[in-house]
């Protein structure tokens, strides 16, 4: 496929403004929600904050629209539970290890921030918080950074609706890290300067210097022609956090920029339209395949979203089940002769998204033999 130099601007934090301003629309919702039954909470048995298997309170919310569904039940980390340390154990599966990071797939949370449980009720990307989607196997984080009043916070669009704190949230990435010793996490930042500032990158940095232990575990690709490490090799260094991000400085024009770790997501990767109004667009592989021409396309990782705009429930119970997931994949890697290493889907509690990660991975492992 053709590319150019030309970077494109990536946001999906428009669609926020207007559910806000249209204040008949909320006023609807919280009508309907009034009058459903479900208003006056309910317990399930899944995944929870506690450990999986516990039983968690779900709380009436003001959006009729995300009412609670049954987390996966799919075991995600298939490894020795008593010998987490392993050596042939990374990313949940025995005989991945000696693939490189750039190798395997991800499942990726869409705005990971933007959820029910963390107050996100208007225009919600996920239900459960991403904390939980990490201990149900997702691997791969889209989060937002915003500048809100010189505070930098996690936030989708809008610097009053439901922030996360920067070193909260990654503190809870951390604990897990420190639990799960095999396990390598991607992070995709947007750099959202439209919020209210500009962000600063240094400044980000510097919050992530307060969470103790989590930088060290930061991976650094001193060279951009140089080849990703294996999940042995990260698992073993103890640099099981890649990080990436867009829509902020490029880093080469100047260094002091963009810190160490902090790499420009299009010096390395490509992704498909982040723009889909309905399912049927996604089901048009021949225009959802296609890459964006954004920065260098490297093509070394490749993303494809997989989600509609604004954010359904509905749509994603479709758009994450397994079948439609294969042939998303399946398709995508045929049409453009390169594996996928991203899916990013929102609600990610709907579908089957960690099972078919696990599957597609352990078929690459015995494709490349190693």
């Known amino acids: 496929m053709s590319r150019s130099g030309r970077e494109e601007k990536k946001s999906c934090c428009t669609w926020p403004r207007i559910f806000c301003l249209v204040f008949g629309l909320a006023l609807v919702s919280f009508l309907v929600w009034w009058f459903e039954p479900w208003k006056s909470g309910q317990t399930f048995s899944g995944i929870g904050n506690s450990g999986r298997g516990s039983t968690i309170t779900l709380r009436p919310t003001a959006s009729p629209t995300f009412a609670p569904t049954m987390m996966p039940r799919y075991q995600f980390m298939q490894c020795d539970a008593d010998n987490t340390g392993q050596a042939d154990c990374c990313n949940g599966l025995v005989g991945i290890c000696d693939l490189r ?49 010189g505070e930098l916070v996690f936030c989708h669009g809008i610097c009053s609706l439901a922030p996360r704190d920067v070193v909260g949230v990654m503190e809870s990435v951390n604990q897990f890290l420190d639990e799960n010793p095999t396990e390598t996490i991607i992070f995709i930042y947007q750099v959202n300067d439209e919020v209210d500032r500009e962000v600063d990158l240094n400044q980000f940095y510097d919050q992530l210097l307060l969470v103790d232990g989590l930088v060290d575990k930061m991976y650094v690709n001193e060279n951009i022609n140089t080849p990703w490490p294996t999940l042995r090799q990260l698992t073993e260094l103890n640099k099981r956090i890649i990080m990436f991000h867009y829509n902020g400085p490029r880093c080469e024009a100047n260094s002091a920029t963009c810190p160490d770790g902090l790499h420009y997501y299009y010096h390395y990767a490509s992704d498909n339209d982040w723009e889909h109004p309905d399912i049927a667009s996604i089901q048009n592989r021949l225009d959802s395949c296609e890459l964006k021409k954004n920065g260098q396309n490297k093509n070394v990782f490749v993303g494809l979203n997989n989600f509609v705009s604004p954010p359904s429930r509905e749509s994603a119970k479709k758009l994450n089940a397994y079948s439609e997931v294969t042939d998303y994949v399946i398709t995508c890697t ?18 089957d998204l960690p099972q078919i990660t696990q599957s597609l991975n352990t078929a690459r492992a015995q494709r490349f033999d190693r």
């Open 101 to 149: 990071a750039d190798e395997i797939m991800y499942a990726t949370l869409h705005n990971g921030m933007a959820t029910v449980e963390d107050g996100f009720f208007i225009g919600a990307n996920h239900y459960y918080p991403l904390e939980t989607a990490l201990k149900a196997g997702f691997r791969g984080i889209n989060l937002d950074i915003c500048n809100c009043g």
């Open 334 to 351: 045929e049409l453009l002769e390169t594996d996928i290493n991203f899916l990013l889907v929102d609600f990610w509690s709907e579908g």
